[in-house]
């Protein structure tokens, strides 16, 4: 499967290799002392140590060279693919990679599903299994984007492989640019195969635009204009006959206002409906046409069209209150109706789903609604993050009032901290001195691993949890991995305070993996443990979601939560066919805490939100005697007219003023005493283009008892709602309009003044709010006298609000358009020629991609796919390895070995004459007796003695060198044995075989010695 | 030092000593892997059997030598979480959360007329969790089970039910998760009481012998036990999936040493649910959440 080899990045310094025949020439001589093993080794080793260096700098690389291809299947499942096609897409790529992947050939494939976004549905892998019989990936499927899918296959590519994709779509594309990305891809050595997904030619109707015109009058008829298309089959004429029906909604209420049989010629058809409002109001229109036969039209999805339209009159109050408490405020409610403004009471179970629903209100009361409020485990009641967030936008971008009315629900006490609301209001909902409110602590328990994708669900609600939770509270998380454990703080007692701990949390949350936990006995012993070492704590929670499978706590165990006062809230969850457990539901009832039965898991986040909010309660504050309100902007226009004071009240929800000077403090409660800060009352401030209102007391009920018979209570109340509320003065001649052409809306803005004059020269501007709540800044432009200009993009379908503030002291001006269905659905056509323009980019150098013609589905449940996106027709993937540092630290290996090897004489003797023992013991033989001191033994002996001391002269001078004048007797004459001494004769004898390994200053010597002898004998 | 101290205290803690003489078994979904195997047995011609987290029932010879594998019917519930060979060779496979005791030939084929349960309930015959079946050498069976209400039942060779024991609770002779079970040469009953953290002896009319255990990681105490295994010779082996290892005791409950400490090399185990014998007397552990099984001679 894999081939290796060596390569080079710098070629150029592999001329240094000349060097080694000059280091041979000249370690060839100097090492000439060492005899000739020892030698030759040296030598070697530097021959070795050099070639290193040069490989080094040479750059060398490892390369690896793989035949393994690695497929992956990019499957649209977007919703202009028939849903039979879709599901055709994991038949056709099971097929496909049992016929065709080889796992011998070191094949892989992946999966990736695409709409909008892109998920990776099978990582790449080797094994046919680990496809599944459905897409599980969660996709939106409005919307085609095959770079984004491209763009992630790439991504996702092992490099030690060849890099094919195979595309499986109808090439109908909305978002990005796919051969840009396609190029990019096919450039870096991706081959790219297509499957087309073949559109069967189908007649297709779409509603394609509502139009109501600009400057619609109360009272005063108009014309409203249905935009209707007929893409018919080519040649065929036939009208496509339906019912047209067109209602009118505003708020709650809805009308059809005409219903009528419309036969749609092939082509666009303009019909005309005649219309008159006479109640102030914000209106939207929506068309829908519904064909007769349904297999004349092809998609349902575009068959609708909306728009609005928004009538001034008196103001309106949207009011919502906790489903747990209806009616709460139903004096203030007609205490306000009284001052002629307009309420409507809506329950928390019953919230808006679009900013669009919004817009018939200019002020958003909420009445001590908490952020979750539960009925049951699976009718919970919660404010999502995007409501919270439309809420928000519509103070901020769109200038409507927003109040939040006090009592125990609201506020941190409500689980509103860390939300946007918090944001928007001119007070912050947590407090960070310790010696005014006391701390909480919650618990958490995990073990629903059994639950469809349970790691998500649990990482979800403990994040909704904390998110809950104030700086200086605690919190700890409990679960089994391996054994019971906290997933933090484990060496604190696993109960720590949030505030400085929130990111660590949030991070070990992310990583979290919880495991099958035997038994509740453990990780709750470890609770109650840890909650027994908080002493500051006034409030102790716990909260256990599970399938109930772990055994029961003991006794012991739970009469320490009972003892403690610790509440325990159990979630049961179904994973083994059934749903509730007694145990859960013992533990919840013995400690008073509540029970929910789970059956969907989308509740989960709510009951968290709602259960850790218990923790909060400490933020309210009821002190045993009432205290008369302090009153600290007697002029504000809220309070106008009260000069003679404000009734006492009995409690507030404690919070944070935020230290902005527009924010007006104008009642304050006089206790805790000393922080004025987190006493506030009353408080207000201009948010962006509206106004919030925050009043942590109530409004009559618990803690405001004497107000209701309080003869400024109608005043107080109606003027906060006034403060708050939206302009509502007349907008005199502006009149807007709102076109949706091509991706883009054009408003257009006609200003004129009382005497129909034009005005010019307006320091005019607009914000538009799209469908996904993001804030588009307009550009307003004037382009003719009276007429301004501005547009913005609006490609995505939804309701887009737009704001035109004139400029001037007038009030704002709100219009809207709708894009009424995702690009998506007007395609009913396969993009051929994109797809063969993607099919036919080469890869690398190497081929372009396969085309297959027949589309997808001839070829998903064939018994043969021709088309093979493992054929080998790629160059095979090439991966380089630097191993320069490996060769340089091998080279100062070696090169310490040629030290030791010149440096140290190790003998081998000992080898020798073990290995003659060795073999006499193996033969049998009688070792031999030791041979006498014969003449040539001696001169052997001499010999080695004399290699000896010449290394060892050598290796002391580190090169060998020359004799010299002053060197003195060697060793020899005083080593040599005697009997060498005593016969001269013998030693003469071999003068002839050493004088071949002696060195000079030996054979001066030996002349020396010769000379002195003969002289003696001479004389 | 670890080493040191555990050595002193009795255990062995992953030494050389203590390598286990094969360890097999890889993750995944095809055929011969395993994904967090629960529950093993292992027959007279020592074929170890195995079912696993996607409800496999896999079998191997006792090299780890994949031979062949079926799947239970039903799993989106749960998966069983035990096994037993029958005296007769069959496969006794308790279906945890579908309230039965499956049968199976070694082959795979299932005896389905022999299938024990399948109400919940707390009546005779009726099942909650069902965590193991035991034969004993009369052919009765034991049916262990947990839930709302823990408790052994015993049933005659025909499947009729003859009387039942327990009950969920601390005291002696109550159980929390009785998890597993085995079966000495006196017909003796012995439960792994796994909550409980103990073991207890009873005999075959459900009085209670012995018990012991204590929860605890010292020698002698126990995490979890989730596995119980008799050599034949007067010795207990108990698998604890909260402490990873495996304690050898005497009859009476005296700690003879540890093998194994938490970890994911050979000789360190990752919450095993059960141990079996083979017919020479080698250990064998489901090492769950490594996906393997250890091999181990004591």
């Known amino acids: ?521 453990g990780g709750m012993k470890m609770a109650a443990t840890g909650f027994a070492r908080l002493d500051d704590a006034s409030v102790k929670h716990m909260i256990i979601i599970s399938d109930g499978d772990p055994a029961p706590p003991s006794r012991g165990t739970m009469s320490a939560f009972v003892q403690q006062g610790v509440k325990i809230t159990t979630v049961a969850v179904g994973s083994h066919g059934t749903l509730g457990s007694q145990t859960m539901r013992d533990i919840a009832v013995q400690t008073g805490g509540k029970y929910y039965e789970v059956r969907n898991s989308n509740a989960l986040p709510k009951i968290y939100q709602r259960e850790a909010r218990r923790v909060a309660m400490p933020l309210v504050y009821e002190p045993p005697d009432p205290m008369a309100p302090i009153v600290e902007a007697p002029q504000h226009e809220i309070l106008r007219g009260t000069e003679a004071g404000v009734p006492p009240i009995t409690g507030y929800v404690l919070t944070t003023v935020k230290q902005n000077p527009l924010v007006e403090v104008i009642l304050r409660a006089p206790e805790p005493a000393g922080k004025p800060e987190n006493t506030t009352l009353l408080a207000a401030w201009t948010y962006g283009a509206g106004k919030a209102v925050a009043m942590t007391t109530d409004a009559g009920a618990r803690w405001t008892k004497d107000w209701p018979s309080w003869d400024g209570y109608d005043k107080v109340f109606s003027q906060m709602v006034r403060w708050a509320m939206r302009p509502t003065g007349d907008t005199g001649n502006f009149t807007v309009a709102a076109d949706v052409r091509d991706g883009r809306t054009e408003v257009v803005i006609t200003a004129m003044d009382d005497e129909d004059q034009f005005l010019n020269d307006l320091a005019m501007t607009a914000t538009a709010v799209t469908p996904d709540l993001k804030s588009l800044p307009i550009s307003i432009q004037q382009t003719a006298p009276g007429r301004y200009v501005g547009s913005f993009p609006s490609e995505a379908a939804g309701s887009y609000l737009v704001v035109v503030t004139p400029g001037g002291g007038k009030a704002p001006i709100r219009t809207g358009v709708s894009v009424g269905y995702s690009p998506e659905y007007r395609d009913n056509e396969t993009n051929e020629a994109l797809l063969k323009s993607l099919a036919q980019l080469p890869a690398g150098g190497g081929p372009a991609g396969d085309y297959v013609e027949q589309g997808l589905a001839a070829i998903a449940l064939a018994q043969t796919i021709e088309q093979n996106p493992f054929r080998r027709d790629l160059p095979p993937a090439v991966t380089n390895r630097p191993i320069w540092p490996w060769l340089v630290a091998l080279g100062s290996c070696l090169f310490w070995g040629d030290v030791f090897v010149r440096r140290v004489q190790v003998s081998f003797t000992w080898l020798l004459v073990a290995l003659r023992r060795a073999r006499d013991y193996l033969l049998g033989r009688e070792p031999v007796a030791a041979a006498p001191e014969t003449m040539s033994r001696l001169r052997s002996r001499k010999r080695e003695v004399t290699q000896q001391l010449e290394g060892r002269r050598a290796a002391a001078r580190f090169e060998a060198t020359g004799p010299t004048a002053e060197a003195g007797p060697p060793p020899l004459a005083v080593a040599a044995p005697p009997e060498a001494a005593q016969r001269p004769a013998a030693a003469a004898e071999g003068e002839g075989e050493v004088a071949e390994g002696e060195s000079y200053t030996e054979r001066l010597l030996k002349v020396k010695k010769q000379v002195r002898r003969d002289r003696d004998e001479n004389a | 030092m670890a080493a040191l101290a555990a050595a002193l205290c009795g255990c062995i803690a992953g030494g050389s000593g203590s390598m286990p003489d094969a360890v097999w078994g890889r993750q995944g979904i095809r055929p011969g892997e395993l994904e967090k195997p629960r529950a093993i047995a292992i027959d007279a011609h020592d074929r170890v059997y195995l079912v696993d987290m996607t409800a496999r029932i896999q079998v191997y010879d006792v090299d780890g030598r994949y031979l062949h594998g079926w799947k239970t019917p039903e799993s989106k519930n749960g998966r069983p979480t035990g096994l037993t060979v029958a005296r007769s060779g069959r496969l006794l496979v308790p279906d945890t959360h579908y309230y039965r005791v499956l049968v199976y030939e070694p082959d795979g084929t299932a005896v389905t007329e022999a299938t024990l349960g399948g109400d919940m309930g707390r009546g005779p015959g009726q099942f909650g969790w069902v965590t193991d079946v035991v034969e004993d050498s009369l052919g009765n069976l034991y049916v262990s089970q947990y839930g709302d209400h823990d408790r052994i039942q015993k049933f005659s060779p025909e499947g009729k039910f003859l009387l039942e024991w327990g009950g969920s609770g601390e005291q002696p002779g109550q159980f929390r998760r009785p998890q597993s079970m085995a079966v000495d040469g006196d017909d003796h009953l012995w439960v792994a009481d796994s909550c409980n953290h103990r073991i207890q002896q009873f005999d075959g009319q459900g009085k209670l012998l012995r018990l012991w255990g204590g929860e605890g990681s010292a020698p002698g105490q126990l995490y979890y036990p989730y596995g119980i295994a008799l050599d034949g010779e007067g010795h207990v082996y108990v698998c604890e999936y909260g402490n990873h290892r495996v304690q050898k005791f005497t009859r009476e409950g005296r700690s003879l040493g540890c093998w194994g400490e938490s970890g994911r090399g050979p000789g360190q185990l990752n919450n095993p649910w059960a141990i079996a014998f083979d017919s020479q007397g080698r250990l064998h552990v489901l090492d769950s959440n490594n996906h393997r099984v250890q091999r181990v001679r004591f």
């Open chain 1, 1 to 521: 499967m894999f081939e290796h080899s060596l390569a080079f990045d710098r070629p150029g310094y592999l001329a240094l290799l000349v060097l080694v025949p000059v280091v041979w020439r000249l370690g060839y001589r100097s090492l000439a002392g060492l005899g000739r093993w020892r030698r030759w080794l040296a030598l070697s080793l530097r021959t070795l140590v050099v070639v290193l260096l040069v490989l080094a700098l040479a750059d060398v690389q490892y390369q690896r060279r793989s035949e393994g291809l690695t497929v992956v299947y990019l499957l649209d499942q977007s919703l202009s693919v028939p849903a039979q096609q879709r599901a055709a897409m994991i038949d056709y790529v099971r097929n496909s990679i049992r016929q065709h992947r080889r796992d011998a050939a070191g094949d892989r494939f992946a999966v990736i599903v695409f709409g909008r976004d892109a998920e990776v549905e099978v990582p790449p892998v080797s094994v046919n299994e680990a496809l599944h019989s459905r897409v599980e990936s969660q996709l939106d499927p409005e919307y085609t984007d095959l770079a984004t899918a491209i763009q992630r296959a790439k991504a996702i590519f092992p490099y030690d492989a060849a890099k094919r994709i195979v595309l499986v779509t109808d090439g109908n594309q909305n978002v990005g640019n796919a051969y840009r990305e396609a190029r990019g891809a096919a450039e870096s050595g991706v081959s790219i195969d297509v499957v087309p997904v073949h559109l069967e030619p189908t007649g297709e109707i779409a509603v394609e635009k509502l139009d109501l015109p600009s400057g619609v009058r109360r009272g005063q008829p108009f014309d409203m204009r249905i935009v209707l298309r007929n893409d018919a089959k080519a040649g065929d004429e036939t009208p496509v006959k339906g019912r047209l029906v067109v209602v009118r909604k505003a708020g709650q209420r809805e009308e059809t206002i005409a219903e009528e049989s419309v036969a749609v010629a092939p082509g666009k058809q303009v019909l005309t409906i005649q219309q008159e409002i006479n109640q102030p109001d914000f209106y939207t229109y929506e068309a829908r046409f519904v064909a007769d036969d349904p297999a004349a039209d092809g998609m349902a999805q575009n068959n609708s069209a909306s728009a609005f339209t928004h009538i001034r009159g008196s103001g309106q109050v949207l009011l919502i209150e906790n489903i747990e408490r209806p009616g709460e405020f139903d004096y203030l409610v007609e205490r306000l109706r009284n001052e002629d403004i307009e309420v409507t009471p809506l329950g928390s179970d019953r919230l808006f789903n679009s900013l669009a629903e919004l817009q018939r209100y200019d002020a958003v009361v909420l009445a001590n609604v908490a952020r979750s409020s539960a009925a049951d485990g699976d009718n919970v009641a919660s404010f999502s993050d995007e409501q919270i967030e439309m809420l928000v936008r519509n103070t901020r971008e769109l200038g409507c009032g927003l109040i939040m009315l006090g009592g125990p629900d609201t506020f941190g006490a409500g689980g509103w901290a860390n939300t946007k609301l918090e944001e928007a209001m001119p007070v912050d909902f947590q407090i960070k001195s310790a010696e005014v409110v006391p701390v909480g602590a919650l618990c958490l328990m995990m073990h629903a691993g059994e639950i469809p994708q349970s790691n998500y669900w649990q990482k979800r609600i403990a994040i909704e949890s904390i998110k809950v939770l104030g700086a200086r509270d605690y919190c700890g998380l409990v679960q089994w991995n391996g054994g019971d454990q906290w997933l933090w703080g484990q060496s604190q007692g696993g109960m720590i305070r949030v505030g400085p701990s929130r990111q660590m949390m949030l991070a070990r949350i992310d990583r979290m993996t919880i495991g099958d936990m035997p038994a509740f006995d």
